[in-house]
């Protein structure tokens, strides 16, 4: 792993990235934050609700590569909250890339399979047309067509169920609902194949080493498929620290109340990552149980 962050780092390349705690951003922080040609900025130094001082930044620093992984990622807020939402996940984005194009930078940015409704019986192709659900997916979709319009070079990666020792996330509230009184229900009919933050990190580092082909939107995950109800019961396998005697219940996503639509297939056609990386994504739980055993040594 760290082997291509120590590539990267011997290209001498400056690189300016955007979100520093959050669960991608903590990655890059860990792997390449001491760095003298890396600034790594978080919201209090680039807050993107004030976008307009994001050029200056870019003008000063002048990196080659410009990786943001900052973002509105609250789905259910994001609803009640669209315009905040529009502003970090569009509008500023849109002046990333515009400044990127400005100083010949490359943009490197995240987008989500939430860009898509999930009616899909297959997997999801980059070239399908998306059509979100919820104003999350609205909005980081608006960001990605504002990134291809702007004429800069980038790569998009749409990632889809995003997994890290940092942050908020799915193994971490079931670590702490596992050691909780009651019995737990999670949905069994959305499907996806979780990836950690560290391959994300990786896959992003190998492209930049190899010099990969710029604007082109990828569409990044592992292979498998799983649902949450039995990711669930995965991360209650492997845990140790938990009480065995909660019972995790199957519910359909018509039962479970939420404010954001949520897609039933998220999906990824992995085929044009795995040419130009020339390597096949790992299996889900390849990826992921390394984790899931890291996490629950801290509970
Ligand atoms: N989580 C998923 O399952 C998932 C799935 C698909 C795609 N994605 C995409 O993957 C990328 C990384 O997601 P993540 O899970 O790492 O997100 P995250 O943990 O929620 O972190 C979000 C980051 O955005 C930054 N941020 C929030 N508001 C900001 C503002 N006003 N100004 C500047 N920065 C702000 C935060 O800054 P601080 O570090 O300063 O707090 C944080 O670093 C995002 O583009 C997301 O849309 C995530």
């Given at each position: 792993?760290?082997?291509?962050?120590?590539?990267?780092?011997?290209?001498?390349?400056?690189?300016?990235?955007?979100?520093k705690?959050?669960?991608?951003?903590?990655?890059?922080?860990?792997?390449?934050?001491?760095?003298?040609?890396?600034?790594?900025?978080?919201?209090?130094?680039?807050?993107?609700?004030?976008?307009?001082?994001?050029?200056?930044?870019?003008?000063?620093f002048?990196?080659?590569?410009?990786?943001?992984?900052?973002a509105?990622?609250?789905?259910?807020?994001?609803?009640?909250?669209?315009?905040?939402?529009n502003?970090?996940?569009?509008?500023?984005?849109?002046?990333?890339?515009?400044?990127?194009?400005?100083?010949n930078?490359?943009?490197?940015?995240?987008?989500?399979?939430?860009?898509?409704?999930?009616?899909?019986?297959?997997?999801?192709?980059?070239?399908d047309?998306?059509?979100?659900?919820?104003?999350?997916?609205?909005?980081k979709?608006?960001?990605?067509?504002?990134?291809?319009?702007?004429?800069?070079?980038?790569?998009?990666?749409?990632?889809?169920?995003?997994?890290?020792?940092?942050?908020k996330?799915?193994i971490?509230?079931?670590?702490?609902?596992?050691?909780?009184?009651?019995d737990?229900?999670?949905?069994?009919?959305?499907?996806?194949?979780?990836?950690?933050s560290?391959?994300?990190?990786?896959?992003?580092?190998k492209?930049?080493?190899?010099?990969?082909?710029?604007?082109?939107?990828?569409?990044?995950?592992?292979?498998?498929?799983?649902?949450?109800?039995d990711?669930?019961?995965?991360?209650?396998?492997?845990?140790?620290?938990?009480?065995?005697?909660?019972?995790?219940?199957?519910?359909?996503?018509?039962?479970?109340?939420?404010?954001?639509?949520?897609?039933?297939?998220?999906?990824?056609?992995?085929?044009e990552?795995?040419?130009?990386?020339?390597?096949?994504?790992?299996?889900?739980?390849?990826?992921?149980?390394?984790?899931?055993?890291?996490?629950?040594?801290?509970?």
């Open positions: 792993m760290t082997n291509y962050f120590n590539k990267l780092l011997r290209k001498n390349h400056k690189i300016l990235i955007f979100g705690y959050g669960q991608l951003g903590s990655v890059f922080n860990k792997y390449l934050g001491k760095n003298s040609n890396v600034l790594q900025l978080g919201r209090d130094d680039a807050d993107f609700l004030y976008s307009e001082h994001l050029p200056k930044i870019i003008r000063e002048n990196p080659k590569y410009i990786i943001n992984t900052s509105y990622t609250d789905v259910n807020g994001a609803e009640s909250n669209p315009d905040i939402a502003e970090i996940n569009c509008n500023a984005v849109k002046i990333l890339a515009q400044a990127s194009k400005m100083n930078s490359t943009l490197i940015h995240y987008s989500t399979d939430y860009v898509f409704d999930g009616k899909k019986k297959t997997k999801y192709h980059s070239s047309k998306p059509n979100p659900r919820n104003i999350y997916g609205k909005t979709y608006e960001g990605e067509k504002r990134i291809i319009e702007s004429g800069c070079d980038f790569f998009i990666f749409r990632i889809s169920w995003l997994i890290s020792e940092f942050g996330n799915f971490k509230t079931i670590l702490t609902k596992l050691n909780e009184k009651n737990l229900s999670i949905v069994n009919d959305q499907i996806g194949s979780p990836i950690s560290d391959l994300v990190a990786e896959i992003t580092c492209i930049i080493i190899n010099n990969i082909k710029t604007k082109k939107l990828f569409h990044l995950s592992t292979q498998g498929e799983v649902s949450w109800y990711f669930a019961l995965y991360i209650s396998q492997i845990a140790r620290n938990i009480n065995k005697n909660i019972i995790i219940n199957p519910i359909k996503t018509s039962k479970y109340p939420s404010r954001a639509f949520r897609p039933k297939n998220s999906l990824f056609d992995l085929s990552i795995e040419t130009v990386i020339k390597s096949q994504m790992p299996f889900w739980k390849d990826d992921i149980t390394p984790i899931i055993k890291k996490l629950d040594l801290n509970f």
